[in-house]
T-cell receptor, first 111, second 112 residues
Framework: GDSVTQMEGPVTLSEEAFLTINCTYT??????LFWYVQYPGEGLQLLLK?????DKGSNKGFEATYRKETTSFHLEKGSVQVSDSAVYFC??????????FGKGTRLSVIA | EPEVTQTPSHQVTQMGQEVILRCVPI?????FYWYRQILGQKVEFLVS????????KSEIFDDQFSVERPDGSNFTLKIRSTKLEDSAMYFC??????????FGPGTRLLVL
């Protein structure tokens, strides 16, 4: 079945550092890809998405590009802030099928 | 901006008791989902619901679970006889025909 693998955390960065969280997937067909973020004590929020190959999703300074040739959807941000500290989940689905999530990567940003 | 809401935010119950978790999806959405997240683990799909019936369910969603859309707005998850291992954060999500699912803030269930 479909699956998502994302880098193990936790990731600890200093403020203004560059962030990459790797995500690769296995899926039949052409899934849509998502990054969700979970801030401490809160629910899941959609951060960005891409629905076809070479699409780039972006939001709040975060970006991820749908790479079909490498089956990847890595999350990047050029300069992280303390407020970006959260758990980041990569996910996929096809149409209205259930989302399949990665295990999540905890990011801690220190001032 | 419309959002998915869930009640209660926290629920503590005794093992063997029934609980009902409530969700109000975004009003023009047609697809509804329940997921759960055991503390520190990944988010897992439980069940999806469309056109007043279950469209898909996972192996977690056994006979002790049921879902209902009792009126035009609410979407509920019932756990008939709770077990210790049901302790988790339960998320409701809804979506339209496109792929994006919007999540509620979750209900944290603790079974003692």
């Amino acid at each position: 079945g479909d699956s998502v693998t994302q880098m193990e955390g936790p990731v600890t960065l200093s403020e203004e550092a560059f962030l990459t969280i790797n995500c690769t997937y296995t899926a039949t067909g052409y899934p849509s890809l998502f990054w969700y973020v979970q801030y401490p004590g809160e629910g899941l929020q959609l951060l960005l998405k891409a629905t076809k190959a070479d699409d780039k999703g972006s939001n709040k300074g975060f970006e991820a590009t749908y790479r079909k040739e490498t089956t990847s959807f890595h999350l990047e941000k050029g300069s992280v802030q303390v407020s970006d500290s959260a758990v980041y989940f990569c996910a996929l689905n096809s149409g209205n099928t259930p989302l399949v999530f990665g295990k999540g990567t905890r990011l801690s940003v220190i001032a | 901006e419309p959002e998915v809401t869930q009640t209660p935010s926290h629920q503590v119950t005794q093992m063997g008791q029934e609980v009902i978790l409530r969700c109000v999806p975004i009003s023009n959405h047609l697809y509804f989902y329940w997921y759960r997240q055991i503390l520190g683990q990944k988010v897992e799909f439980l069940v999806s619901f469309y056109n007043n019936e279950i469209s898909e369910k996972s192996e977690i969603f056994d006979d002790q679970f049921s879902v209902e859309r009792p009126d035009g707005s609410n979407f509920t998850l019932k756990i008939r006889s709770t077990k210790l291992e049901d302790s988790a954060m339960y998320f409701c999500a809804s979506g339209q025909r496109e792929e994006t699912q919007y999540f509620g803030p979750g209900t944290r269930l603790l079974v003692l």
